[in-house]
Nanobody, 118 residues
Framework: QLVESGGGSVQAGGSLRLSCAPS????????MGWFRQPPGKEREGVAA???????TYADSVKGRFTISKDNAKNTLYLQMDSPKPEDTAMYYC???????????????WGQGTQVTVS
């Protein structure tokens, strides 16, 4: 089970941090990722981190968003700096043994948290 938190409304140019707390998974052994689904569009990869700490980002968020994890707290984060209105979407946390930005690589999903940038 994955539970996201930290979503909400933010002004463009501000900052927001999303958190994801997995339970029931061997967390350190899994790759994890953040995905988003804007209204009327398909789900897309935002950022992913593998079990060794390597990261990858969508071009649209490079330099603005940072994915990280705290193994001691079993928590995944997405730091969103300088968000833009086009970042508005439902954001999902996901986990799997696979790694990458393709949503089809991930089998475990949270319920999502809404982020609105105005």
């Amino acid at each position: 089970q994955l539970v996201e938190s930290g979503g909400g409304s933010v002004q463009a140019g501000g900052s927001l941090r999303l958190s994801c707390a997995p339970s029931g998974l061997p967390y350190p052994s899994y790759s994890m990722g953040w995905f988003r689904q804007p209204p009327g569009k398909e789900r897309e990869g935002v950022a992913a981190i593998d079990r060794g700490g390597s990261t990858t980002y969508a071009d649209s968020v490079k330099g603005r968003f940072t994915i990280s994890k705290d193994n001691a707290k079993n928590t995944l984060y997405l730091q969103m700096d300088s968000p833009k209105p086009e970042d508005t979407a439902m954001y999902y946390c996901a986990a799997d043994l696979n790694y990458g930005l393709n949503p089809k690589l991930f089998g475990y999903w949270g319920q999502g948290t809404q982020v609105t940038v105005s």
